[in-house]
């Protein structure tokens, strides 16, 4: 699973860069608002400017992207790698009933 998210969401962990406010000029940006800075032309992203709350979200969101992208690594059990050969295999079947699931699973 981890690579396939990968290949739709990029995978790559906000970090944080500071800079004093006396080195840089910077307006107050609005909270839901992104200011994007431009050079030269709309194509031509130099920055984005978010409301402090706003940062917070983002960074928490990333936050829960990484840990998607790399859920922690766990082993199954023999009756739960059971499971998942039958439900991969080209023969397999829709079972509702706990009967069936059990015959199957050899239970």
């Not at 962990?13 to 500071?18: I, T």
């Not at 940006?29 to 992104?34: H, N």
């Not at 840990?67 to 079947?93: F, M, N, Q, Y």
């Not at 079972?95 to 699931?101: A, I």
């Amino acid at each position: 699973m981890s690579s396939e998210l990968c290949a739709t969401v990029p995978c790559m962990s906000l970090s944080r860069s500071r800079a004093r406010g006396n080195d840089v000029r910077v307006p107050s940006p609005k909270q839901g608002t992104a200011l994007v800075v431009e050079r030269y032309s709309a194509e031509n992203v130099k920055a984005v400017v978010l409301h402090p709350e706003d940062f917070s979200e983002l960074e928490r969101l990333s936050t829960a992207l990484d840990e998607l992208a790399h859920p922690p690594r766990t082993d199954l059990s023999d009756i739960g790698a059971k499971a998942h050969r039958i439900v991969e295999s080209s023969e397999a079947e829709l079972v509702e009933d706990e009967e069936s699931v059990r015959r199957l699973l050899g239970l």
